[in-house]
C-alpha cells in the first residue's frame, strides 16, 4: 500500500499548486487536472468539462465530433457541457481559445462507466497484495482503466487536484498499484457489460469519514461546529491556528501533569539541558532501563546549526513517526503536535521561526507500555523551501518526565487521520462534476467504537458526494467491516458489530445503495484481510441490481423478524437465493438470546427462509443478535454462497 505520509506534505503541495490562479501562470486554456491521457468519460448522460484560461476568454472543447464553447470567469475557471455519448472511443479531447488551434489535446480518451471508490486502508489495499497468484499475469485488457488520488488535505476545498491524473489501462505492468476491490469490482462488472470502464481511486489509510465530507454537510450534524471553524482558520492564518492549537494542548497538559507549568522551561532554546542523558542514535528508543514501567512523559531535545540562507529556506521539521503523542517546539514556539503513533510528524512553520546558528528543537512524547520511539530516525530534518533538507543527526537528549497513565490529548481538527473534511477538500472537491456510474465505500475501522454517529455520518456522506457530483440517484455501495480481533467463547459488546449494524441501517434507509457483507473473509489477525476479489465480486453483484437494473436482490440473507412460536424463536430473512443453508455443521452458530444486556448462545435449525432457534422463547428475551463480536465465527450462507448479514432484533 502506498505510504501513509503526514498532513503537511499535501498541504504544501496544495498551497503551491494553488497559491496563484492558473490562468495567472499560463494564457492557453487547459482542462482540470482530472481530465489525462487514456481517461475514461461517463457514457449516456451530459459529460461536463471544466478547466482554467483567461478571464473572459472563450473556449471550445471537442470530443470526437462534439464541440461546445465557454467563457472563463473572473476567477478563470470555465465549465462546458457536452452532449451524452454512448460508449465508444478512443477519441481525443481537446481545449482551445480564441487562437484557434487546440491549447491542451488529451488522447485515446474512452466513454464508457466511471467507478469512484473511496475509504481507509482496506480500499486502499492494492492489487499486489490480494490473495491469488494467477491474478498479475492475466491483468489485460486496455478497455478497463484507473487513476488513483494523491494523498492530499487542505483545510478548503481545492480547485483542482495538484497534478494531471495518470489514467492507466489495466496490464500486469500497472495493475499491482490499483485498488485491489475497485479493481476486481470492475473486472467483474467487465464481463456482463461489455462497455469501457474506469475507476478513480481517493482513499488514506487509517482516516475516519469526517475527513471525507464536505464543511457545509458535517456542520449540519451537532458537535462539528466549533472544530470546523478552527479548520477554516486554519485555512486562511494557519500560524495563528497554530498558535492557537498549541494554547489548546497546554491547558490540558496543566490538567493532566502536575509538572507541566514547571517544564515548559524545557522548549526554550536556553534552557541548559547538559545534565540530561543521551538518547542512543541506533533505532529512536529510550535505553532498556528508562523503558521499563514507562507510562507516561519524555522531553526530548536536539539542536541544529544553520546557514543564513538555510533558515531563511527552512519550512517545516520532519520527524517521522511518534509514538503515540507529541508536542513539538522550535525556539521556544510551538509548531505542532500528533496523536497517532504511525503518522509522519511534518509540520509546516512560518518563515522566521529559525534563525542563522544554532536553533534548539525540543519534544514532548508520551510514551506508554514501556514504549515510546521516534522511528525512521534517518528521515528527521529541517525541509527547505526548494524541496531540500538538512539533516536531524543529533544527538538528542532526553528526560523522563511524570507517569500520567493513558492521559489523552486529543487531536487538532486538521490532523489526518483524525482531521475533518480536509480530505474531501483535497481529494474530492477537485473531483466534482465528473461524471459517474457509481461509487463505492469501504471504512469504518477507524470509527469503530461510534456506532451512535455512524449512521448518520454515513448518510450524510452518501448525500454529500451526490451533491458533489450532481447525481442525487448516485448508486452507493458499502463493504460492511469483515472480522477482526479475539474471538469470543461468551457473548459480549462489540464496537466492530455495533457499526456494522449502523452502516446496514443506513444503507437499508437510501433506496440508491447497497451493503456488501465479508464477515466470511476477514481475517482475525490481520485487520487487511488479502481476499479482495471476493469482496470487489459482491460489490459488482450490488451494481448489477442496483446501478444497471438486473434482476436480483440488493444484497445475500437479511433477518427482517424474529417472532414467538411456541417454545422456539423464528428469524425470517430476505433476500435469499436458493435457501438458507448452514456449512460444516448440523446448526447454524452465531446467533445469541438476550434478556436485557444479559446474552447467551443458541444454535438455529435452518427451515428454509428462516431459522428456528430451538427453546429460545422464554418470557425474558426480548432481542436475538447474531455475528455479535469483533470477529466471529459463522456458518450461515444461501445458494448464491452470500453470508447472512449480522444483525440485532427485537423479539416480538
Known sequence: MRSVMGWAAGLTAALLAGSAPAWAQAT?????????????????????????????????????????????????????????????????????????????????????????CGGQSNMEFQVSHATGLEVIPSANDAQLRFTTIPDVSVPAPAADLPARAQWKAVSPETVSDASAVCYFMARSLRTTEQVPMGFIASEWGGTRIESWISAPSLGKLPGFTDRLSTV?????????????????????????????KKERAFRAATFDDSGWATLPADDGQLPAADRAGLEGVVWLRTTIDLTPEQAAAARRIQLGPIGKFDETYINGRYVGGGSVDWVWRNYEFPSGTLKAGRNVVAVRVVGANGRMAITNTGN???????GGTVPLNGPWRYRIGSRIGNAQVPPAPWEVPNSLTTLYNGMIAPLAGYGLKLAAWYQGESNAGE????????????????????????PFFVVQLTAFGKPQTVPVDSGWAALRQAQAEAVAADAHAGLGVTLDVGDRFDIHPAQ????????????????????????????VEAVRQGSDIVVRFRNVTGGLQRYGG????????????????????????AIVLPGANRPEVTTIRYAWSDAPFVNLFDGADLPAAPFTLPVR
Request: one cysteine or more.
Open 232 to 260: 477554516a482558520t486554519f485555512g486562511s492564518d494557519p500560524a495563528a491556528a497554530v498558535a492557537r492549537e498549541g494554547a489548546r494542548r497546554e491547558a490540558i497538559w496543566d490538567g493532566v501533569d502536575p509538572a507541566a
Open 380 to 386: 528527521r530534518a529541517i525541509g527547505l523551501s526548494d
Open 451 to 474: 456506532a451512535g454517529a455512524y449512521r448518520g455520518l454515513l448518510t450524510t456522506l452518501m448525500a454529500d458526494w451526490r451533491r458533489t457530483f450532481a447525481q442525487p440517484d448516485l
Open 532 to 559: 479482495k476479489k471476493v469482496v470487489g465480486e459482491r460489490l459488482a453483484r450490488l451494481a448489477r441490481v442496483v446501478a444497471y437494473r438486473q434482476p436480483g436482490f440488493r444484497g445475500g440473507p437479511e433477518a
Open 28 to 116: 492557453a486554456p487547459s482542462l482540470a487536472n482530472i481530465f489525462g491521457d487514456h481517461a475514461v468519460l461517463q457514457r449516456d448522460r451530459p459529460i461536463t468539462v471544466c478547466g482554467d484560461a483567461t478571464p473572459g476568454e472563450k473556449v471550445t472543447v471537442r470530443l470526437a465530433d462534439r464541440s461546445v464553447t465557454a467563457v472563463a470567469g473572473k476567477d478563470g475557471k470555465w465549465r462546458a457541457t457536452l452532449p451524452a455519448m454512448p460508449a465508444g472511443g478512443p477519441y481525443t479531447l481537446s481545449v482551445g481559445g480564441t487562437a484557434g488551434a487546440p491549447a491542451q489535446q488529451l488522447s485515446d480518451v474512452l466513454v464508457g462507466d466511471v467507478f469512484l
Open 586 to 609: 448440523a446448526s447454524a452458530i452465531g446467533f445469541e438470546r438476550c434478556a436485557g444486556t444479559t446474552c447467551s448462545f443458541v444454535d438455529g435449525t435452518v427451515q428454509g427462509d
